[in-house]
């Protein structure tokens, strides 16, 4: 039997859904679909060319520019070729982006535009292992001969065969390295997070068995793609269940692109929400006389209904009327000018978001699903999944994951989403896996029906002359 992996995923999603289409771009205005066919051609066409520029089994890459289809298809290619790829944000500096590229001994590195190849120009001589470096498809020409155009890098394919390939793809183990997720390093430098293909493919299995993703799914595209969420949610989701990916044109056009798009999930992290809070609540202030009181009406049936449903229950009877009297006379018209009017999932993680606008969402019958991990589980600890949602926490433990709490509080998590180690940092490995336990930094608290709170951070812990422990997280919120 064929290991299951992502990569082995995605090439049965050609023999699936060959026509179907697998991602969309929008030029000049139309949002064009290219097909899982031709998306797995282009895959493929890419690791062959990794290959033919000298990538070897286990080498890997490095990927620096916004949320575009070549980003995906080199993260692929790298994977398919046997290697591992490492996404490094947009907004990292020369310095920053020096040390990843030489850190993961990335062999090939593509960058968007000319801004990201002046760190490379930059700091060259500090990355002595980096051969070549690849340019998305709209950049500018950079006359350099360490440097390919994304054409250019294509027609390199030409040199190794499909067999070739096919037998780097055979020899793909489930315990290799997949892929280098580098944190944010706020204390010292990024360490690589090594996620390996069994924890990349268990978790998007277990997300979608679990009900955080579906055949039929489509989703924008356009958080960071070096963050395991977004990465979960565009390459590894995608390619397990032939969800539908659309790529944001630019963060600025993000709001113009929902609604557009109409995705059926929506993930974002608190400061998006936290705009859509922003921009509703102004609209609301701004209601009089009936309109008002509709309003407050429809907020009041939508409570109702999210509170029943958050418990795997739906409304009837009186209720049931009133909440399709409410969809017909204004959710039908103010959920597809947010851009939601298709969501069945809207999820909110990476950082906390306030319980009063997770509330407020949920009188407008957009539930906020939160989520709870880090980079070293592959992204999800535990979710507020549909029909076992408690506002105010992070939701139960995914189905498959242990989690248990220390002695002082801290989480620990244990299962097959759990990371190797951090890439080349033994000390580090040592400091955050306790045996399988992954030691999570955060401080954390179950209710009697098994809902993860988080509490504080390990590192905060304030100790008074008491000899009292207080988190400083309730006062900062």
């Given at each position: 039997m064929a290991a299951d992996t992502i990569v082995h995923r995605l090439l049965s999603q050609r023999e699936r859904r060959p026509s179907a289409p697998a991602y969309f771009v929008k030029?000049?205005?139309?949002?064009r679909p290219t097909s899982w066919r031709d998306y797995v051609v282009e895959i493929r066409t890419a690791a062959r060319a990794l290959m033919a520029l000298g990538l070897p089994a286990g080498g890997t890459v490095a990927m620096l520019g916004f949320n575009r289809p070549e980003w995906v298809v080199f993260d692929h290619a790298a994977m398919m070729a046997g290697g591992a790829a490492a996404g490094i944000y947009t907004t990292c500096s020369a310095e920053e982006v020096a040390y990843i590229v030489?850190?993961?001994?990335?062999?090939?590195?593509?960058?968007?535009?000319?801004?990201?190849?002046?760190?490379?120009?930059?700091?060259?001589?500090?990355?002595?292992?980096?051969?070549?470096?690849?340019?998305?498809?709209?950049c500018p020409p950079i006359d350099d001969p360490m440097v390919l155009s994304w054409t250019a890098f294509c027609d390199r394919a030409a040199?190794?065969?499909d067999a070739d390939l096919d037998a780097r793809i055979d020899r793909i183990e489930q315990a290799q390295l997949a892929t280098l997720i580098y944190t944010s390093g706020t204390t010292g430098p990024p360490k690589g997070v090594m996620l390996s293909h069994r924890n990349l493919a268990w978790t998007a299995r277990a997300l979608i068995d679990q009900g955080g993703a579906r055949e039929g799914d489509c989703g924008l595209s356009y958080l960071p793609l070096s963050h395991i969420a977004e990465q979960m949610s565009t390459i590894h989701v995608p390619a397990t269940s032939g969800a539908t990916v659309y790529f944001a044109e630019s963060i600025d056009k993000v709001p113009d692109n929902l609604k557009e798009v109409q995705p059926t999930v929506v993930f974002g992290v608190p400061r998006i929400w936290e705009k859509f809070h922003a921009g509703v609540t102004a609209k609301l202030a701004q209601a009089t006389g009936v309109k008002a009181r509709l309003m407050a009406w429809t907020r009041q049936v939508c409570g109702e209904v999210t509170a029943l449903r958050n418990r795997g229950k739906e409304p009837g009877g009186a209720l049931a009327l009133q909440y399709k009297l409410a969809h017909r006379l204004v959710l039908s018209k103010l959920k597809p000018a947010l851009g939601l009017g298709r969501a069945r999932l809207c999820v909110t993680g990476a950082a906390p978001l306030a319980t009063d606008v997770i509330e407020f969402f949920g009188t407008l019958d957009i539930v906020l699903h939160e989520i709870y991990g880090q980079s070293e589980d592959c992204g999800p600890t535990s979710f507020n999944l549909p029909g076992a949602t408690r506002f105010g926490t992070v939701g139960r433990p995914l189905a498959g994951v242990e989690v248990k709490l220390a002695e002082d509080g801290e989480i620990l998590v244990r299962g097959?989403?759990?990371?190797l180690g951090y890439f080349k940092e033994p000390a580090a490995t040592a400091e955050a896996l306790d045996g399988e336990w992954l030691r999570s930094g955060d401080l954390g608290a179950f209710d009697a029906d098994g809902f993860l709170s988080i509490t504080g951070r390990k590192k905060e812990i304030l100790?008074?002359?008491g000899g009292k422990n207080i988190a400083p997280k309730n006062i900062e919120a």
């Open positions: 030029h000049h205005g139309v949002w030489d850190h993961a001994e990335a062999h090939a590195v593509l960058i968007e535009d000319l801004g990201q190849w002046k760190k490379i120009v930059a700091e060259r001589a500090r990355m002595p292992k980096l051969r070549h470096v690849v340019t998305m498809r709209d040199a190794v065969s097959p989403n759990v990371f100790i008074t002359a």
